[in-house]
T-cell receptor, first 118, second 111 residues
Framework: DAGVIQSPRHEVTEMGQEVTLRCKPI?????LFWYRQTMMRGLELLIY????????DSGMPEDRFSAKMPNASFSTLKIQPSEPRDSAVYFC????????????????FGSGTRLTVV | TQLLEQSPQFLSIQEGENLTVYCNSS?????LQWYRQEPGEGPVLLVT?????EVKKLKRLTFQFGDARKDSSLHITAAQPGDTGLYLC???????????FGTGTRLQVTL
């Protein structure tokens, strides 16, 4: 498996523009997570999906952020309009379903998208 | 909100030295994981500990889960430049699928 694939790796955009980040999870993983990482705030969970259904979006900063998962192999995170304070590295991660005792098998992260809004 | 505090925040040491990184919380976790993140990449899972008092070894790295499952430590013996990176602990509450990540420890090992 090629792992979790994110695109683009780098994105530079002007304030007010729409930005779309893309993620392809590992085949067979039932959970998909979107995180944002900054030096000041560390890794923050934005939203996660189970079997393509959004479960918890309480970490989405505001209405400018939206995420979709139209099928098991693709998810997008959209920011519209973008602002300089959205500059960060955005990670997608996937995880298999918890079974049995509910033990967590850990996340597999993508390489991230470094977003710069100027 | 569960908080996972890591200490120290930054650590710069020379090759061959030993070090310990701590991960502390007031919450009880059903399992705890450690990740290492290198520049320009996503975090990579190193280990999962699930039982209070559990100790796991991964070559020169030793991981311990506290008896009360509220804290954990990572000890590196004879650090090497390849150990350089950001170390993150992450806790699972109950059978939740999402993890709470710690504040991170940035380690630099120089020759």
């Amino acid at each position: 498996d090629a792992g979790v694939i994110q695109s683009p790796r780098h994105e530079v955009t002007e304030m007010g523009q729409e930005v779309t980040l893309r993620c392809k999870p590992i085949s067979g993983h039932d959970y998909l997570f979107w995180y944002r990482q900054t030096m000041m705030r560390g890794l923050e969970l934005l939203i996660y999906f189970n079997n393509n259904v959004p479960i918890d979006d309480s970490g989405m900063p505001e209405d400018r952020f939206s995420a979709k998962m139209p099928n098991a192999s693709f998810s997008t995170l959209k920011i519209q309009p973008s602002e300089p304070r959205d500059s960060a590295v955005y990670f997608c991660a996937s995880s298999p379903l918890l079974v049995g005792t509910g033990r967590h098998y850990g996340y597999t992260f993508g390489s991230g998208t470094r977003l710069t809004v100027v | 909100t569960q908080l996972l505090e890591q200490s120290p925040q930054f650590l710069s040491i020379q090759e061959g030295e030993n070090l310990t990184v701590y991960c502390n919380s007031s919450s009880v976790f059903s399992s705890l994981q450690w990740y290492r993140q290198e520049p320009g990449e996503g975090p990579v899972l190193l280990v999962t500990v699930v039982t209070g008092g559990e100790v796991k070894k991964l070559k020169r790295l030793t991981f311990q889960f506290g008896d009360a499952r509220k804290d954990s430590s990572l000890h590196i013996t004879a650090a090497q430049p390849g150990d350089t990176g950001l170390y993150l602990c992450a806790g699972q509450t109950g059978t939740a699928s999402k993890l709470t990540f710690g504040t991170g420890t940035r380690l630099q090992v120089t020759l």
